[in-house]
């Protein structure tokens, strides 16, 4: 009764992080290219009383042993990238990635980072940055004396402008997408970004639109693939799974209580 209170403990520890991870999915369903996460499980360490295999008499063997387990344990928080929803928002520094792929950004330590978010901005310096004003890699500058209104960005990840005294447009720079053998294995650090692992493996440098790339969509926005339908469904069954382990909780105390109160 003592083990079975420390078992169903381990099932309520699990459903709590269960329910953290389906509210930071929930907390982030606006987020642009946000990618939901699932909480995977395993079973802990189990004791074998009867081993499986043991003589049971002089001409026979046990068929089936005694294993008592010990409960569950989270084994890893999976992030989901399958697409998100594209939404058109007419935004001239805005580019979408449709397929696989990630944006390359400098951090202020010179480090690397991964971002499916592409709501990216033109700094003083005419450059072009994240929301947060990380410089997107390769660097994008743009000339003096160009015409806003004219940025387009083609599906393989060129970029052009018009400029005053120009009526053709100007090659200003090329969208360089970057893909991992294993994105699963990416580190999430927060404002959008990724950082890569051992785990990821090393990043592979591509053009959109080529080679299994996805393609550079201008003027869009991915939006997050959290399905909210899905979510409250796992929320329930999170909750359901909860109360189940805090009733074992409970039937193993009375089951305590029973025992103590055979002396009386």
């Known amino acids: 009764m003592v083990r079975s209170l420390w078992t169903a403990a381990t099932g309520m520890n699990g459903q709590q992080a269960n329910i953290d991870t389906i509210s930071n999915n929930l907390s982030n369903v606006n987020t642009t290219g946000f990618k939901k996460q699932r909480v995977e499980f395993e079973d802990l360490l189990y ?3 009867k081993t499986a295999g043991t003589p049971a008499t002089e001409d026979t063997i046990t068929p089936v ?4 387990g010990h409960g569950v344990k989270v084994a890893s928080t999976l992030r989901m990238f399958d697409q998100g929803s594209l939404q058109n928002t007419g935004n001239i520094s805005d580019i979408a990635i449709q397929g696989e792929g990630f944006f390359r950004v400098l951090q202020y330590d010179g480090s690397y980072a991964y971002t499916r978010d592409g709501s990216f901005k033109i700094d003083a310096e005419r450059q072009l940055v994240t929301s947060n004003g990380l410089k997107v890699l390769p660097e994008i500058t743009f000339p003096d004396g160009f ?16 400029v005053d005294d120009l009526d053709d447009p100007v090659d200003v720079g090329m969208i360089e997408l970057y893909r991992f053998q294993n994105p699963a294995g990416l580190s999430s650090v927060g404002e959008n970004l990724y950082k890569q692992t051992p785990a990821s493996g ?12 996805g393609k550079a969509i201008h003027k869009f926005l991915e939006m997050s693939n959290v399905s909210t339908v899905g979510e409250m469904v796992g929320m329930i069954v999170a909750q359901r799974a909860y109360e189940f382990s805090s009733k074992a909780i409970q039937t193993s105390d009375n089951m305590l209580q029973t025992a103590v109160s055979l002396k009386r």
């Open 202 to 213: 090393n990043s592979i440098a591509g053009r959109p639109g080529f080679e299994g790339f």
């Open 47 to 49: 004791q074998t009383v």
């Open 65 to 68: 042993g005694v294993q008592m």
């Open 147 to 162: 015409r806003q209104d004219t940025l387009t960005v083609t599906q393989d990840g060129r970029v052009s402008v018009k």
